[in-house]
């Protein structure tokens, strides 16, 4: 039986959690925010860790992570396991979001503002399209041939994630869960985290069963 595919197991989530919060928005007793936002706040609510991650303000917020999942999550899948990238995932979409809420909120104690509350999967997302941009044949070639030391590569790693992060960036958008991710993903990509061998060939799909 062929493996199930992550990215779709994600999009699919993606649907299911939007609409468990739409439902909550009917019920003013019980805020959504309590149960889905990430916030400074996350200590005494410790499910928003797992659930900010998969949970979105809106449609459009909905849809155009959607699209970005897919378009990088249906390659990279065919590379790891499935348990590897449900994993990865997660766990780059967690730190993003407190990366966020804690360096923001500390921002906004000393400057003023808003304290942030995080909802979506860019950060993860991010991270994906990291892992793909250093984990790749041309990636490998360059750095063998370049010799770059490992203090440079973590420099360049953090230039092009602040680069792309400001250049992808506008108002409302999780600034520092975009750089976080997408360091992140360019430090695993590396690293080889989520490579089932080291000949980062794709895993072969099993032959679905037939039936007569």
């Not at 039986?1 to 019920?27: C, D, K």
């Not at 991270?127 to 420099?155: C, F, H, K, M, Q």
Request: proline content about 6%.
């Amino acid at each position: 039986m062929a493996e199930r595919s992550p990215t779709l197991e994600l999009l699919v989530l993606f649907v299911v959690v939007f609409a468990i919060q739409s439902l909550f928005r009917l019920l003013p007793a019980i805020p959504a925010t309590l149960l889905f936002a990430l916030g400074p706040d996350f200590l005494g609510r410790p499910w928003t860790l797992v659930t900010s991650v998969y949970a979105h303000a809106s449609i459009p917020h909905l849809v155009s992570n959607a699209v970005a999942l897919a378009l990088v999550g249906f390659v990279l899948e065919q590379y790891t396991t499935r348990r590897r990238f449900h994993i990865f995932f997660l766990v780059t979409g967690v730190v993003a979001g407190l990366v966020e809420v804690l360096l923001g909120g500390f921002t906004a104690v000393l400057f003023g503002g808003r304290v942030p509350l995080v909802l979506g999967a860019s950060g993860a997302v991010f991270a994906l399209y990291g892992y793909v941009l250093t984990s790749n044949r041309i990636t490998d070639t360059l750095a063998e041939a370049l010799s770059i030391p490992p203090r440079i590569g973590l420099a360049l790693f953090v230039l092009v994630a602040a680069i792309v992060t400001v250049a992808t960036g506008s108002p409302g958008v999780a600034l520092l869960a975009h750089f976080t991710g997408l360091l992140l993903g360019l430090i695993a990509g590396r690293l080889g985290l989520l490579d089932v061998d080291a000949r980062r060939e794709p895993r072969p799909r099993p032959e679905t069963q037939r039936f007569n």
